[in-house]
């Protein structure tokens, strides 16, 4: 299991067709969970916990690319609180 403090995140967005995503995979106080938020309807598409940073881009590249049919190029940036 990997270790991250607490605020430690990865994000990107995704503008593709009639899709605006923006994504993060987040170290929380209770673990990593995996978020993508659509900014045209202000709501989120998915939250849920994972095991690591990297498995919740994995989880996400793969819910995105069943989203918007073929995954765009995924440019993930990586933030600290």
């Given amino acids: 299991m990997e270790l991250r403090k607490v605020g430690e995140r990865f994000t990107a967005e995704i503008d593709h067709g009639d899709h605006r995503l923006r994504l993060?995979?987040?170290?929380?106080?209770f673990g990593a969970v995996a978020v993508i938020f659509d900014m045209k309807t202000r709501e989120w598409v998915t939250r849920?916990?994972?095991?690591?940073?990297?498995?919740?881009?994995?989880?996400?590249?793969?819910?995105?690319?069943?989203?918007?049919?073929?995954?765009?190029?995924?440019d993930w940036?990586?933030?600290s609180h």
Avoid: H, N, Q
């Fill in 24 to 29: 993060f995979s987040e170290a929380t106080p």
């Fill in 77 to 79: 940036r990586e933030r």
């Fill in 48 to 74: 849920e916990w994972v095991d690591s940073l990297d498995e919740g881009k994995r989880r996400i590249e793969k819910i995105v690319g069943s989203l918007v049919g073929k995954l765009p190029t995924v």
